[in-house]
């Protein structure tokens, strides 16, 4: 397990974007699979989005594809969300999860394969 820590919530207003940002200090970070997921109050965890290593491999889920984007910069052990044209239903506690993989192109959509995972930080969009 690698610890990771969320920057980048915040309260906006409908169709605002906000980028979410989920920073390690660990070495291997490169050969982590990398996910964001959110729970909403009373709803249970949700996949968002997915990367590989490399950032080759990407998956989102449909409620937020072609307005989400994940990406990674392993030199700086950081994972991104570019969030746009945000909606109400978007509100929710966003966390990132890390996996270590052998595999460049692996990634999940489930939270169950994710075995690190940050405190989370809250994205509140206005209607």
């Given at each position: 397990?690698?610890?990771?820590?969320?920057?980048?919530?915040?309260?906006?207003?409908?169709?605002?974007?906000?980028?979410?940002?989920?920073?390690?200090?660990?070495r291997t970070?490169?050969?982590?699979?990398?996910?964001?997921?959110?729970?909403?109050?009373?709803?249970?965890?949700?996949?968002?989005?997915?990367?590989?290593?490399?950032?080759?491999?990407?998956?989102y889920?449909?409620?937020?594809?072609?307005?989400?984007t994940?990406?990674?910069?392993?030199?700086?052990?950081?994972?991104?969300?570019?969030?746009?044209?945000?909606?109400?239903?978007?509100?929710?506690?966003?966390?990132?999860?890390?996996?270590?993989?052998?595999?460049?192109?692996?990634?999940?959509?489930?939270?169950?394969?994710?075995?690190?995972?940050g405190?989370?930080?809250?994205?509140?969009?206005a209607?």
């Open positions: 397990q690698v610890q990771l820590v969320e920057f980048g919530g915040g309260l906006v207003q409908t169709g605002d974007s906000l980028r979410l940002s989920c920073a390690t200090s660990e970070f490169s050969r982590y699979a990398m996910g964001w997921f959110r729970q909403a109050p009373g709803k249970e965890r949700e996949f968002v989005a997915a990367i590989g290593w490399i950032g080759r491999t990407t998956t889920a449909d409620s937020v594809k072609g307005r989400f994940i990406s990674r910069d392993n030199a700086k052990n950081t994972v991104y969300l570019q969030m746009n044209s945000l909606k109400p239903e978007d509100t929710a506690a966003y966390y990132c999860a890390g996996k270590f993989s052998l595999l460049s192109s692996w990634l999940s959509r489930s939270p169950a394969e994710y075995d690190s995972w405190q989370g930080t809250q994205v509140t969009v209607s």
